[in-house]
């Protein structure tokens, strides 16, 4: 049996997720059929996570009658790509809410200190009564997820989440005790990281599976 998973994860363990997610895993998949994958699947992501967004109701008329009807504001929610991994996810989940606002982060590890160090730094202004979800596919040792989530809170925004494709056991350590309050949300947990900081089992590099640069 399964352990259960850590207090901070939100496991989205839906059927038609774990089946997408299995056949993006295997190594024959193609390029084409994986970021194929990688946009149903998040779409499908994109409704767990917004399951708790605020509604308001808004008077409008149907042929029948009028009523008070409720709606989301989509301008809230700002989806955080980050780099270059990250930007697969958004086609999905802005296509399930597209007016939402977009920002990316871009961080690379200095092969001295082994630190993540920002590149890039794009998101909405005013960000105090925005909710953010943070995409990137690979939660593997969580220390870059970790940067981008402290220098997004830097901003202020209302809320944030993490959203990932798999997540190593010591990604989610790492991440966790940075990030107490920011949940992650992912289908599966994976057993361990190899000696490259690969995610086993994995599916590999998921920028170079995306979009064919191997
Ligand atoms: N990044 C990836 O793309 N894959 C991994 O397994 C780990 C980090």
Known sequence: MAAAAPSNV??????????K???????????????QLLRELSML?????????????ETIETPIAAMQAPVIDGKKLVFISVLRAGTGMLDGMLETVPAARVGHI????????LQPVEYYFKIPKEMADRDVVVVDP??????????????????????IKFVCLLAAPEGIATFGAAHPDVPI???????????????VPGLGDAGDRMYGTR
């Not at 939100?10 to 089946?19: E, G, N, R, S, V």
């Open 185 to 199: 949300y992912t289908p599966a947990i994976d057993e361990r990281l190899n000696d490259h900081g690969y995610i």
């Open 106 to 113: 871009g961080l690379y590890r200095d092969p001295e200190t």
């Open 10 to 19: 939100h496991l989205i363990d839906h059927p038609l997720i774990l089946h």
């Open 138 to 159: 690979m939660l593997a040792t969580g220390n870059s997820a970790a940067a981008a989530v402290q220098r997004i809170k830097e901003a202020g925004p209302r809320s």
């Open 45 to 57: 992501m994109a409704y767990e996570v917004t399951r708790d967004m605020a509604i308001t109701l």
């Open 21 to 35: 997610l299995t056949v993006m895993r295997r190594r024959e998949t193609t390029t084409r059929e994986f970021r």
